[in-house]
C-alpha cells in the first residue's frame, strides 16, 4: 500500500488548504486514518483522525478549523485546513492503521506566511 498526500502549498494567514491522501495498492480497509504535522525542529503531532465508522478526533490547536474526512470508495483521506495561522506551517504525513501494520506517507509541506 501506497499512501500519497497532495494540495500542500503557500498560503496567507486566514487563508485555506485541502489536503488528499491517496491509497494504491492492494485491498486496503483501515481501521484509522489520520494526519500528522512535524514542524522544523519538533517532533511529529496529530492533527486529526477518523476511523472506519466516521468517528473523529482533533488536536485541540485545530478544533473549529480543521475538519477531517475519508471517502472509502475512493480509497481517500482529506483535510480540510480553514483560517490557517503562521504555526500551522508545517510538512503533513498521513498515516493508516491496519490489522497488523502501520503506514505513512512522504509528506506534504503547508507553508502559512503573509
Known amino acids: 500500500v501506497q499512501l500519497v498526500e497532495s494540495g500542500g502549498g503557500s498560503v496567507q494567514p486566514g487563508g485555506s488548504l485541502r489536503l488528499s491522501c491517496a491509497a494504491s495498492g492492494t485491498i486496503f480497509s483501515p481501521i484509522v486514518m489520520g494526519w500528522y504535522c512535524q514542524a522544523a525542529g519538533k517532533q511529529r503531532e496529530l492533527v486529526a483522525t477518523i476511523t472506519s465508522t466516521g468517528s473523529t478526533n482533533y488536536a485541540d490547536s485545530v478544533k473549529g478549523r480543521f475538519t477531517i474526512s475519508r471517502d472509502n470508495a475512493k480509497n481517500t483521506l482529506y483535510l480540510h485546513m480553514n483560517s490557517l495561522k503562521p504555526e500551522d506551517t508545517a510538512v503533513y504525513y498521513c498515516?493508516?492503521?491496519?490489522?497488523?501494520?502501520?503506514?505513512w506517507g512522504k509528506g506534504t509541506l503547508v507553508t502559512v506566511s503573509s
Open positions: 498515516n493508516a492503521i491496519t490489522p497488523g501494520r502501520d503506514y
